[in-house]
């Protein structure tokens, strides 16, 4: 275990450092293959039982970096690896079009990134977690500003440097009072003595924490760094930082706020899976309003972070009102959901990537008819998309459909109260799974789909094999995952009740490898409703190519129809578009701005020219840290006038702190 | 293996019946409108004809044209097997509940889309538009249909559902919002009047249709099919949420039971064919307010339910 | 009388004569070179193998915080002569404002490192001071020395800050003196000897309480204007952004320390009479005022230098609130702090003064972008530097900012929790400045390519602040320890 | 020798106070110059009287020939130097409120703080504490960069009173550490404003305003 650590902290280490000396990239690229390796037997081996505990000899004496391998961090650590080998391969490819120096310090900092994700899960004491936190957070920002020359990118890196930056000052915050309330910085004495602490206590903890995670992970209010951030670091960081960095902090609020603080007051999970609703539901529909493909994958995110925080509220309140069964099937819901957005998520950053590389660029509305030009990529980016728009037999429905469960259960054994939260909740899911599948037809349809729409889109080819093969592979997990839920189900039925203690319930929870069987009412998926689905499909479509061909005329391809007329190349449907009617729905909260300007000439029916522009407002910019901006600015400008520049003014603070002090300091 | 048996003859009559119920449909409405109207059996004969016609393709469609109708089919051939029709609990009932009934009819509105945006028209792209805001719409409504009797069944299997729906008072407050709430996400699930009107083809009103212009033919004559057994299966949905007698509940003599149920539905169909006759075209941005009506109907029935009104 | 410490201090005076009567450039620079050298290699001597040693007549004490101290000291020391070098090579290659005003040539470089040396030798005398007097003595001499180099360039703007300079810290230091007068008082007399810090302690037990507290307010105001405490702090932006860059570094990393330890140390003094209460909260209030009054210049600032020297503020009233909290862990942090804080921002002014001479665009953060591209060490020197001062891990300050503001939460939790809002301000301030100018849009301007000396100079204090703050290795951690112990139990080493 | 009695040492306390909120409101440059070496001299006779033996006479000595004489000297020179010789400080209307405010407070204030110490003792501190302030009240009220450097000698007379009270003689290191300390700081002053004077700069503190924020 303990070589395997080493190995692959020295892979990552020389991946690092081959990225930022060698001109060639290759090296890297294969160290850092090795580092994900190594950390990926690493929680294998965790995973079936062995037990890795080690303090690292950092810092001054009272602090020390333990590292553990307890079954939660073994899962997130063998997912960061996973992934990160997909786009480690990916990502050695993709960095080709990049400029030297760009070049090299992308193939430096991914190493190091995925490092200190990998150190966040393992970490088991209150420095040996911030110190690879706020590596991660800042390996990341790197990252990010790897096109720094452009404005745009600066402002971006720079919220994201903020927020990233208060969320782990918040963590510090809970951090220290968990330290300042127990006495030591370790989790596992923080395990064991948290649950004496005083009410008030546990709760501002409980919010600083998530306040901090939430940040990180993008919940509502505090997911304004994430559609700035994400679409300007390159492709396959951007993939890594939506698919597992996210992730991370999904571990971090699993870790504390179940195994550290344990079961607290309801409001504790109502708050969460509030905070859970209003993701999904926002992030679902500021994505629709975008046609920039990494800003609008970069929203999705916020929307399933959003349901992986419904799974995990409702958990909460299960702990709470002693449900054990319910919050063990929330908390795999959540877990399950985790997995499977990191697959997905990733793969389509990763296609995302593939079509910038191919030269089409980011825009939706400058694409169109890619699939038949990278028949590789369009597969794959179908096939996310179709995942997490959560429709069966993709994995998406898996875990939404586990979510759904808890939701139920919890509306029918709650109480009154709680059954209108799993109601809202219920509704929420509904809605956010009808908008996404609504997102992804627009963005498989018009990105991939039709004909495409500008030069560049015609000229677009394949990219290479290293490329497409690791988003091929995360399309198939997605669609191997959906196929046969149990595989996951089950591992995880048993690691969520090992995190909330609740043993017993195990065996009833899921049975079988294939099959998710829930221990109530007999609802359950499996692959008999998919296989019925599959051989319904084969024999229609035999049907329909075998019986008809004897009676009808061979078929042809014709151009379609256009009122007579012939089809623009900008004619067809555009994402702007296709989003236009869900504007308009959703006006309440998109408060959309448009101006139309036409000019004519001779007479107004004769236009020349006619200017669309349409924007919808950034309210949580706008209303929230709008004002707390300009708070600050406004009280710092005040604050200033103390330096006046005059003498006598200084001289004269010196003159009252004295009296002050002889008058009041007694 | 006598399951499947049982799952495959399911299928095979549920594909043969809903030629039967769209035309019964089609006949109460001629019947309303004063018309003749074409008869019971016309969507057969309509069936057979576009499969006989030449299969024409646009020139930008790729695989995904081809593949839709099929795969459309089959999803919805599928579904109706974990829903009970005539038999509770249904052939493969035990691998489905009502979440993936939801899913499936998602899935198969989703292909259509994609194929929609994949003839490179505008028709089409609108048709794909309008169709993703009513289908994401929809999914809440139809959820909130099934709200009360799954807080009641503690469960989304079908079986379950279904007992809990046929156990509970019959005319009761609850039940009466669910059925007013299950006509208009039936309406707008099957494409029908005041949200879409399946009878047109004038541009800029139709959804489904704008969607599926380019197809014709064979293909068509699938999607078609495929548009009719939907139908039926959120016919039998809504039965089986609101109206399970026959299905659950009830004992009825066996050779009576099919019977009675079959009924059933020409009466429910019927029902549709009425409503549908009785109400005029919606502007197309109020729907959300209508699609909002029946979720909040049936959020109130959940919550009636929850709080014990029966 | 001729004992290692009291050679240590008396070497930077003797350099500082020898500078005078240099010839030649080149042997200004052995001459420095070797005097630093044997600087360093005596601290080190004296740091390893002389604990607790006593010199110029037990006026000189090499106790565990001296130690610490010295070490400090003579690393800065050396790196800021060092840097003296390239700082004056570019000023008079340049051409700027300097050198039209004091004219070019040896004569001003030669008085230059007289009064630098001087400073630096003044501040080893107030490090390694073991009496109160002498420690006195030293940091007067300390504002007289540097008050020459902060108006050093002779301009407008130089003049202004350090007349400023020397008004305020000769009223504050006047303010000390009455501690001292008072404490010689208290203690019965009987000549120098009474100041050292260890029979002060001693003879406390019997001072009555009143007395003992004015001279602790005397102090704390007048040491607190010195070590730059808030609302004390007035002269420190002034004289840190007008001062040589090299001497910026030597006055916000080393100097402000001192003053603080000086200041720690009379608070011993005074817990004894008066009880630990008195003392140490209002150090800790005086931090607290610091820090909260540095925020608002460090999220509005247009001055590179000045927004160090405001950073300087924020951290010296952190280590005030470490020494302040008086708990063993929270001192160590201040301690740590207080080390790793000299090498970072002496480092950071080193970058900053070469910027001002590279880029050409003065001190002005609004002109200041893309320096990534355009001069990466320095771009690097500037990021880490902000992000070591900031308390990200893995640099440097982090277990000392946790370990100060656990000691802060640990006392209260609201006040820690205000502490860490406003650090995080700051930390959005300084990082919105410094990531507009190391990224953004790169100005016209030639590549400015680094040097080995420039990277030496630059990143030997990163490197050192690295290993100390995060790696912190034995000798260093037990240091720090110990120096801790000295000031929270009171017991010379 | 007998311990003085307090009444004339007081009487002396009394003076300097009087002289010092006198510097406060005095406003011809010249005459504050004059004012300061009054105060001075009181200041020795203070050391005569309060530390017995030879050693007062020293410091009344070291006194007269530093404060008396030397450092008015310089402040005449550097206010010729600088052109200053008659200006006239117009110094905030409010500095005598200050002073009376500052007297005030420190007479409320003072006792707790003396306790413990004998009557003597107890006064001079009272009046050392008192004449610094006063001297702090001056630097900020006046405007001339001359003010400023002769209320900073008035700060050290009170020091000097309160080191001659209560010690008897600070220990000649320090004493004379401290005296070269001012003188150095007066000729640094001196050298400053020899620059501020070259550059232009105005003698007015309130406009050196380059420096803010």
Redesign the interface.
Known sequence: MIWLLLSGLGAYGLAALCGACLRNGRLATLAALAGGAAFAALAVLALLGARLDVRLPLGPPPFALRLWTPPLSALFVLLISGVGILASVYGGAYVAHFAEQKRRAVLTLTPLFLLSMTLVTLAADLAAFLIAWEAMSLTSYALVMTDGERPEVVRAGYVYLVMTHVGAVCLLAAFLLLTGATGSMDFTIWAGAASALAPGLRSAIFVLVLLGFGSKAALVPLHVWLPRAHPVAPSHVSGLMSGVMLKVAVYGLILVGFTVLGPGPLWWGLLVLALGVLSSVLGVLYALAEHDLKRLLAYHSVENVGIIAMGLGVALIGQRAHLPLLAVVALTAALYHTVNHALFKTALFLDAGSVQYAGVGRNLDRMGGLLARMPWTGVSLLVAAASISGLPPFNGFVSEWLTYQSLVRLGARGGPLLALCAFAGVLALALTGGLAAACFVKVSGVGLLGRPRTEHATRAREVPPAMYVPALVLAGLCLGLGLLPGVLAAPFAALASGVLHAGSVLPQTATGAVLVTLPWGGARIGPGAFAAFALAVAATAALASAAGRRVRPAAEVRAPWACGGEIGLLSQYSATAYAKPFRQVFGLIYRPVRSVQVESAVHPFFRTRVEYQGEITPVFDRYVYGPVLTGVLALARYG?QL??????LY??Y??VT??LL??FV? | MAMWGAAVGQALAVLLVAPLVHGLIQRTKAALQGRHGPGLLQPYFTLIKLWRRQDIRPTPASWIFVAAPRLALGIVVAATLSVPLLWNPAPLGWDGDFVVVVGLLALERYVLSLAGLDTGTPFGGLGSSRESIVGALVEPALFALALPWMVLAGSTAWPALVAASASATPASVVRFFGLGAGLIVSLAETGRLPVDNPDTHLELTMIHEAMLLEYSGPQLALISLAQMTKQLLVLALVADLLVPWGVGGLALPPGVQPVAVLAKWAALAAGLGVAESLSAKLRFFRLPGYLGAAAALSSAAAVLQVWGVR | MVDTLSLICVLPFACGVAALLCRRAGDLRWMLGIGSGTGVLLAAVACVGLPGAVGLGGLLRLDALARVLLAVVVVVGALSTAESFSHWRDELARGGATAALVGHGLPHVRAYFFWQQAFLGSLLLAALSGNL?LS??AI??T??TS??LV?FS?G??A??????Y??LC??GL??A??T???L??LSG?G??HS?EWNSLRVAAATF????A??AYLFALVGFGTKSGLAPLHAWL??AH??APAPVSALLSGVLLAIVLCTLVRVAGVTAVATGPAFPYHLLLGAGLVSVAVATP?LV???DLK?LLAYSSIEQIGLMAIGFGLHAPLAVAGAVLQLVVHALTKSGLFFAAGRLVHEMGGGQRLARLRGLGRRAPLLGAALLFGVFTLGGVPPFGMFFSEVAIVQGAIGASAGAGLLLLLMLSVIFAGLTFYVGRAVFGARRQGPHVHATATGLAILGLPAALSVVVGLWTPGVVAHAVSAAAALVVGGHAL | MTVPETGLLGGLADLLVVLSLGLLVVRPALWSIGLLAAQAAVLAVIAVVAAPGAGGWVAAGVILLTKVVGIPLVLQWVARRTGSENAVDWSAPWAWLVGAG?VL??R???P??????NPQ?AVL?GT??LV??LG??G?????L?LA?AVH?VV??N??YC??LA???G??A??DL??AV?LL??IF??A???H??HR?Q?PLH??E??????
């Open positions: 200033r330096q006046s520049g005059s003498l006598r001289l004269g010196i003159l004295l009296v002889l008058t007694r | 007097g006195w003595v007067e001499l504002t007289i008050a020459v108006g002779g407008a703007r003049v202004e800050a350090a007349w400023k020397v008004v000769s009223v006047a303010l003196l009455l001292v007068i008072l010689y008082a007399g000549g120098l100041l009555p309480t009143g007395p507290k004015l932006p002034d952004s007008e210049f509005l600032q247009d000045r | 500052i407070v420190v409320l204030a003072l707790t703080f003396t306790a413990g110490l003792h501190l050392a504490v610094l302030l702090l009240a630097m900020v009220s006046g405007k960069l400023q900073l700060i050290e009170g020091l309160a080191g209560l010690t008897g600070l220990p290191a320090l550490g401290a300390d150095l700081v640094v002053l050298w400053l404003s620059h501020v550059l700069l503190v309130d050196l305003r380059r420096l803010r924020g």
